[in-house]
């Protein structure tokens, strides 16, 4: 039976209940993994300032990846891996939404900063509720100095998303193109998605990708589900998801991630 040493989950959809809370069940049994000596590793498409107080709900220190794995932080939340996009690469992703997509809402995040074009828009009034982060305004020059790590869309339905995605996808080939469910978009530098990240940050901690556990839900999580020696989708995963797992758990409201972990761990 093959010794699993990893585990790298998804938040929203996955590790989160459907209130965006870790149940404290699942948050006491984390603990008791990562005290055996077995890293918990947070793979998120949040910035670090959202994803940081759910790892402290969980009451862990841990590697974390953020922006969909653009930014890889340690346990002491210095960065091993930051990959950006330049402003002009932004520039043209934003300008091509806006021609094409003007109902959705862009907004870019660098580092720990979330620039909006619109800070009273009630989604991005919504998703800063959800997430408790601040929202700024956009810089004036933003298109010259901001090195993002994400261009970041919220569209107002499913078919919007699925329509925009293509698009944006056709247009930016070279980039990472990708949604993280609730009709989010996100666009990142070609190298910057989940299982590049889990590779890069299991080469690191000297432990093979083989002995990796990995928990998704969406579009976002395939190639990491894929990648994982073990990767488990959601019951209430995509299809995409779910085709890319080696197994199906319970859903995030059932606390799938804690009964496949009890299960492979104790």
Known sequence: MQEYKIV???LDGTLLNNAHHVPQSTALYLRTLVARGVPFVIV??????AALPLQREIGISCPMICYGGALTLDKDLKPLRSLCLTPQQSAAVVAFAKAHFPQAQASLYAHDDWYAFATQAPEIKLESQITGVRVQPMPALWDKQVQAHKVFFITPDSATCERMLQALGQQFPA???????FGHIEVTAPEAVKAKAMQSLCQTLGIDIACAVAFGDSLNDADMLRAAGLGVAMENASPQAKAAAKRICPSNEQEGVKQTLQALFG
């Not at 998120?44 to 300032?49: D, E, L, Q, S, Y």
């Open 8 to 10: 790298f989950s998804d």
């Open 44 to 49: 998120t498409a949040r910035m670090p300032a």
């Open 175 to 181: 980039l990472a193109v990708s949604h993280s469910g």
